[in-house]
């Protein structure tokens, strides 16, 4: 937790030996791909942009697992399914929405932004409850038995598989399983430096980046958010300035659900909405999450861009088809050369 | 002002406290002493609501507060100031005095009280800025006794204040306590230094396996041959 307040000038720079090693592979990774017959400039841009754009949404869904771990102290398996869930409700509005009319006749230049922006909003709100819900139905009668959220932590954790479970095949039952097109009108593809982008990439990253912001202004700047920070450091001592902390806990859930949510809504109109969606997800934004430095939220959005930058970079230079492939890789190196990753904390040691 | 009749507490299924009764008056000082393990901070944290109450009544202010949550307890006015400066070591000097205030309504008693807490500790007023982390064991016990000030409570209840603190600081330290007292609140202090601590108080009990061995007049514990036999295990010690 304490990375929440320094936020960037505590970047921890970690031992010489570490550093070389770290990056020795880092040029012989940049040198790989500079040999690769595909490098140029123009494939380099796309694969900043695409990089970056997937990168954010591994970031928001690692913001989210981060922001339980450091506030909860689990480890929440089920994050994936709050994506996918967020993806499909907000394709729900987008349904709802999309043949109604009079919203063209009012905005008709606006009119794709204007839809999908409650899209997000819808997302937004509706993961948020969902998550408070989850989190007061399924996991606090836990806690009640385990003694507080840091003693119960494993059957937290195993709880979390088995919500994993339950949410796929519920949302299996309610939308089947058949990939849905997320057709958003955002307009004509974007021209940057001579190369044609669709403009939801574009819009991943610029909306990503503003939730990152808004949370960390959230957290640092106001009334609620110094609450949180110190329920995430010590539950007792928060009882005892007078912080409702079974409603904080809720809180916290709820936002990081809701930015999973988010996540999920802006990657329909990219890709496609499907039941499936959730498990690949939580999985790389576990790695993104490693990278950047378990529990540090800067550093899930660092290593977000990292895991989706290498991820995308690897697959145009080196081997697309292996592309799962790659976020792990970089995981497990970065955990063989820097155990806290890039901004780590040091794991606090529990009674 | 806080009333304690039969307490039985403890943690998980170990019984720590097997009915204590206790009663504190409205502005003064009792002392709560008794060595280690005997259920000083159990009293403590039962009173608030950190931990379940099994049997027994805590009466705060005339109303019977046991197992209520422990921030409705703060939000009546009774405020626990927790053993071994239990401050958010990443948090600056005034942000860990606005999360002592962070039942208050109003911004403009936040800030009084804010300036309230500088003008009995000046030292945390010189380092506002500063992270907690930073401060020094005495500091932190000053900023611990300040933000329990933060909310307006009508009664304190301090863990070992002086643990762990040169003797000019405890005196430093105990002065405030007195001034707080004398600024119309009511203080429970729970100590290991039986001497400071009677000096401090007015009334004192003794707590020796989790039920009141002693009590009285601090200036008569403070001879009284009982109380050394408390801290000694219940036998005379022949020295």
Redesign the interface.
């Known amino acids: 937790?304490?990375g929440?307040?320094?936020m960037f000038n505590k970047l921890r720079i970690g031992k010489k030996g570490e550093n070389i090693i770290f990056g020795t592979f880092v040029l012989l990774y940049i040198g790989w791909c500079v040999n690769s017959p595909d490098m140029n400039v123009e494939s380099l841009k796309s694969v900043l942009t695409i990089g970056l754009s997937v990168g954010i949404i591994y970031g928001l869904v690692a913001l989210g697992i981060s922001l339980i771990y450091t506030g909860l102290d689990v480890v929440n398996f089920s994050h994936g399914e709050f994506f996918m869930i967020g993806a499909f409700a907000g394709l729900t509005m987008f349904n709802l929405l999309g043949n109604q009319d009079w919203i063209f006749n009012l905005f008709p230049d606006a009119y794709g932004w204007i839809i999908y922006v409650v899209c997000l909003f819808t997302a937004f709100v509706s993961m948020g409850l969902f998550g408070v819900f989850i989190e007061r139905v399924f996991l606090r009668p836990l806690t009640k038995k385990g003694?507080g959220y840091t003693v119960a932590g494993m059957g937290i954790i195993i709880c979390g598989f088995g919500l994993s479970v339950v949410l796929i095949n519920v949302a299996y039952l309610i939308w089947n399983p058949v990939a849905k097109p997320f057709p958003a009108e955002l307009g004509l593809p974007m021209e940057i430096g001579g190369l044609f982008l669709p403009i939801t990439y574009i819009w991943m990253i610029v909306v990503g980046l503003s939730v990152a912001a808004g949370l960390w202004f959230f957290l640092n700047k106001t009334?609620m958010g110094?609450?949180i920070?110190?329920v995430a450091?010590?539950k007792?001592?928060s009882?005892?300035?007078?912080?409702?902390?079974?409603l904080y806990i809720s809180i916290i859930f709820g936002i990081a659900c809701a930015i999973a949510g988010i996540g999920g809504t802006l990657v329909g109109p990219t890709y496609q909405v499907v039941v499936f969606m959730g498990y690949i997800i939580l999985m790389k934004a576990f790695a993104a999450a490693v990278v950047g430095g378990f529990g540090n939220l800067p550093g899930a959005i660092v290593g977000g861009f990292t895991v989706g930058i290498f991820e995308t970079a690897s697959s145009f230079y080196i081997s697309g088809s292996h592309k799962d492939l790659y976020a792990f890789l970089l995981m497990i190196v970065v955990l063989m050369i820097k155990p806290t990753g890039f901004f780590g904390v040091q794991v606090k040691m529990k009674a | 002002m806080l009333k304690i009749d039969q307490l039985i507490s403890g943690y998980?299924s170990v019984q720590i406290l097997n009915g204590a009764n206790m009663k504190v008056e409205k502005q003064s000082i009792v002392a709560l002493l008794g060595g280690n393990g005997t259920g000083k901070s159990t009293i403590l944290r039962a009173a608030?609501?950190?931990i379940r109450s099994w049997k027994g009544t805590i009466e705060f202010d005339g109303e019977q507060i046991q197992n209520l949550?422990?921030?409705e307890i703060?939000?009546r006015g009774l405020?626990?100031?927790?053993q071994g400066k239990?401050?958010?070591?990443?948090?600056s000097v005034t942000?860990n005095l606005?999360?002592?205030g962070?039942?208050l309504k109003s911004k403009q008693q936040l800030s009084d009280n804010l300036e309230k807490v500088y003008n009995y500790f000046p030292r945390l007023n010189e380092r506002k800025d500063q992270?907690a982390a930073t401060l020094s064991g005495g500091e932190l016990q000053m900023l611990c006794i300040g933000?329990g000030l933060?909310?307006n409570p009508k009664m304190i209840m301090l863990d070992e204040p002086s643990a762990a603190l040169a003797p000019q600081i405890v005196l430093d330290i105990f002065k405030n306590i007195n001034r707080i007292r004398q600024d119309g609140l009511t203080v429970l202090v729970v100590e290991q230094n039986v001497r400071m601590a009677l000096l401090l108080a007015d009334y004192g009990y003794v707590i020796k396996d989790g039920v009141i061995n002693v009590e009285g007049d601090s200036k008569k514990l403070m001879y009284d041959e009982s109380v050394k036999e408390s801290y000694l295990g219940g036998t005379k010690a022949n020295v």
């Open positions: 937790m304490e929440l307040k320094p003694g009334k110094l609450g920070r110190a450091y010590s007792d001592v009882n005892l300035v007078g912080i409702n902390v079974p | 998980g608030s609501g950190l949550p422990a921030h703060v939000g405020v626990q100031v927790t239990d401050v958010f070591p990443a948090m942000e606005k999360l002592g962070f039942i992270l933000r933060m909310s």
